[in-house]
């Protein structure tokens, strides 16, 4: 089996052009609230959705976006949820943290973790209900930590549940290294839990495409859960408008905020041990500074990455359509909203 | 006095108790980012980041306080507490009634609560109502920087568990990270009394469960806590125009409550409106109604709450929480006219 790169593509480019809409309308003020994107994240989600069919099961996390608009959730509809339309997907009461597509079996969730028993519970229903279907958790490596989730490893091996765990590992959680406050490796725990553990590059579509191929088909054969580990960039921070990014972005302001706050903690009395506190101010600088470093000097784009595998006519034609499938969208909620 | 935003007091007060006394510790998510001038004086060893591990780190808490530290854990927003209950409902609050009163947990929770920024009802509850249901509990609500300051040094000085609810519209920094992200384009009613003022220092405790008269007033009396509070306040402004004359009462905590406040203000004006961003049932606003009704006073009873799960859109949330048109219109019907 090869790949549809055209075909993953495109539905990458969906999700890409589609987010970063969301982007200008919440910097616009339409949208409320955290708006989490998944930008960078898209080789993962369409390496692992090229798999799933109809009646297939879909947990998401905060990012939700790129999943739901690749499994064909209307775009226009998403749209006005997130401006808090009546006619959202959701009547404009869920949100973008919040999304819920009955007829897709898809559901997201705020809270960190719960993406994963909820995929059991859709698995276990998928196994009486829909046999041969499968239930796909998505969510970050941060979620990994989480009791629930670790809960939910033992549960779907327990139980032999058709379900994968993708998790999507951009070594962030918020302001947090993970790395920094998670001990071994995931993957080894997540084979200890007895999942059958793949790990991959998941700027690298086609690579996600194949591993996704095996974890996927073996959870819908009944020969059991799966877990997939897909490293990947946090290309906008870990919201729209996060402070440590805008450190990089607006740095004379954002010094002059943080700046003369630290250096009273610096010297604030009793004014004991000096150098420790500088040495405590350097975690704040090693943690901006490689974040820096990554985002701006190491970052690797899943859609650079997956253009390069094709034609520039053809990429510039999928993008085309992208675009235009997103503008006419974003022109349709627009005028409902402005309408109103 | 120095004036301070509300978030600066609590770390003020922090601060200041960490400096006082090396057993208190703080720990929770990104709390070297959030607590990054605590952790400049303190260090990591004492403001510690946790892992996405609630259930976890609040239990730790539990057993650090037993075994002789102050913690302050921090659950980033008090909707997450969900994921860490046991910790509070099994563990902290049965210790002291299992030992026999012999061994006490000196805990703080601090966490953000409250809505008004249109992030919905998985981030934007109070849960103070669930929260006290539970017996040997305190749950602090500020609804201005010096009680912030003054409750966070009295929650650490505590010798039980308390919980300590900062609201996203008065602390400028949660605002600004989850409703505002540096945009210019979008705006919130922040009630500016509450989210800048004067503090003492150093940092004077303020009594839990002591509720403080924040006006006076005859024909009728509100009782709030946290935004609501100044939602009260705003909402006696316009009442006035409707020649009512109302009282307004910071509870400033949901558990214990001020019952000897509660009582003079209910006789005197002989109405009582609760104002509660929490959920209607089974809360602060029936509990405040079962305190009267025991007492044996009878008064015209109403309260505005959160009936339903908030929603998403900010037209939609501004109408589920209280509000200035709400409380005035419950208020003229107490007072039987219209509005
Ligand atoms: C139970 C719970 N705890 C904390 C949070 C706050 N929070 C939201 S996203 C996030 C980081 C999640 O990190 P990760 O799982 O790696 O996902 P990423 O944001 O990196 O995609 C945290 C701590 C939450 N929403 N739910
Ligand atoms: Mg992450």
């Known amino acids: 089996m090869v790949p549809d790169v055209q075909e993953l593509y495109r539905q990458m480019a969906r999700m890409r052009r589609f987010e970063e809409k969301l982007a200008e309308l919440w910097n616009r003020g339409l949208i409320s609230g955290e708006m989490h994107l998944g930008v960078g994240e898209e080789a993962v ?5 090229a798999h799933l069919e109809e009646d297939d099961a879909m947990a998401l996390d905060h990012r939700s976006t790129p999943p739901l608009v690749g499994r064909g959730v209307n775009m226009e509809s998403l749209l006005l949820e997130m401006m808090g339309h009546p006619d959202g997907l959701c009547g404009g009461r869920g949100g973008h943290m919040h999304l819920f597509s009955k007829e897709r079996l898809a559901a997201s969730s705020g809270i960190v973790g719960s993406s994963a028993p909820l995929a059991c519970g859709f698995a276990l ?29 033992n549960l779907a091996v327990a139980w032999n549940l058709p379900v994968v765990f993708v998790c999507k590992d951009n070594r962030w959680a918020i302001t947090t290294r993970s790395r920094s406050v ?11 839990f007895g999942l059958r553990a793949f790990r991959v590059d998941g700027t690298r579509v086609e690579r996600v495409w194949a591993t996704a191929g095996k974890a996927v088909g073996r959870a819908r054969a009944g020969r059991g859960p799966g877990f997939i580990l897909a490293s990947c960039p946090r290309m906008e921070g870990h919201f729209l408008g996060d402070p440590m990014l805008r450190v990089f972005r607006e740095p004379v302001r ?31 600088g090693k943690a901006l500074a490689t974040l820096g470093v990554e985002k701006y000097v190491l ?14 006519e053809t990429r510039r034609r999928i993008e085309d359509e992208a675009s235009r499938e997103v503008e006419e969208a974003a022109r349709a909620a627009l005028a409902a909203v402005e309408g109103r | ?47 510690l980041q946790a892992p996405i591990s609630e259930a976890a780190f609040l239990a730790a808490g539990v057993g650090a306080a037993m075994a002789g530290l102050r913690p302050v854990v921090e659950i980033m927003m008090v909707d997450f507490i969900a994921v860490a209950l046991d910790a509070l409902l099994n563990q902290a609050t049965k210790v002291r009634a299992f030992s026999g009163g012999k061994w006490n947990v000196p805990l703080v929770v601090r966490a953000a609560c409250g809505g008004g920024y249109g992030d919905a009802g998985q981030h934007e509850q109070c849960l103070w109502g669930l929260l006290s249901g539970m017996p040997g509990i305190s749950v602090l609500v500020p609804s201005n920087p010096a009680d912030a300051a003054g409750l966070m040094l009295s929650a650490i000085q505590c010798d039980e568990p308390v919980v300590f609810l900062e609201h996203k519209l008065l602390s400028d920094y949660w605002l600004d990270y989850l409703g505002r992200g540096g945009r210019e384009t979008v705006s919130f009613d922040v009630p500016e009394a509450g989210a800048r003022g004067e503090v003492p220092k150093p940092p004077a405790p303020v009594p839990i469960g002591k509720a403080k008269k924040a006006r006076e007033g005859r024909d009728i009396a509100m009782f709030g806590l946290g935004v609501s509070l100044h939602r009260c306040l705003e909402a006696a402004q316009e009442l006035e125009k409707d020649g009512i004359s109302a009282e307004v009462v910071d509870l400033r905590s949901a558990c214990p409550l001020d019952r000897e406040m509660i009582l003079s203000s209910a006789s005197r004006t002989g109405r009582v409106l609760v104002v509660d961003e929490d959920y209607a049932g089974y809360g602060l606003s029936g509990e405040v109604a079962a305190l009267l009704s025991e007492e044996g006073l009878k008064v015209d009873f109403a309260r505005v709450c959160a009936e339903e799960v908030v929603p998403y859109a900010r037209s939609l949330e501004d109408e589920v929480l209280p509000n200035r048109r709400r409380i005035r219109e419950a208020a003229l019907r107490l007072c039987g006219g219209s509005a």
């Open chain 2, 1 to 47: 006095m120095p004036e301070m935003t509300f978030a600066q007091a609590i770390d003020y007060a922090l601060g200041e108790a960490m400096a006082a006394d090396e057993r208190v510790i703080t720990l929770g998510e990104d709390v070297a980012m959030l607590r990054r001038e605590l952790l400049v004086r303190f260090g990591p060893s004492r403001v």
């Open chain 1, 299 to 312: 970052e690797r784009d899943p859609l650079r990455r997956a253009a390069a595998l094709l034609s520039e």
């Open chain 1, 125 to 153: 229903a998928a196994r009486q209900l829909r046999p041969g279907k499968v239930a796909v958790a998505f969510f970050g490596e941060g979620a990994a930590n989480q009791g629930m989730l670790l809960e939910s490893f």
């Open chain 1, 45 to 49: 989600a369409a390496g692992v959705l």
């Open chain 1, 254 to 284: 954002q010094t002059l905020e943080i700046g003369p706050p630290l250096a009273r903690a610096l010297l604030s009395r009793p004014l004991a041990a000096l150098p420790a506190r500088a040495l405590h101010m350097g975690i704040i």
């Open chain 1, 182 to 192: 998670t001990g071994g490796c995931l993957l080894r725990r997540a084979r200890s």
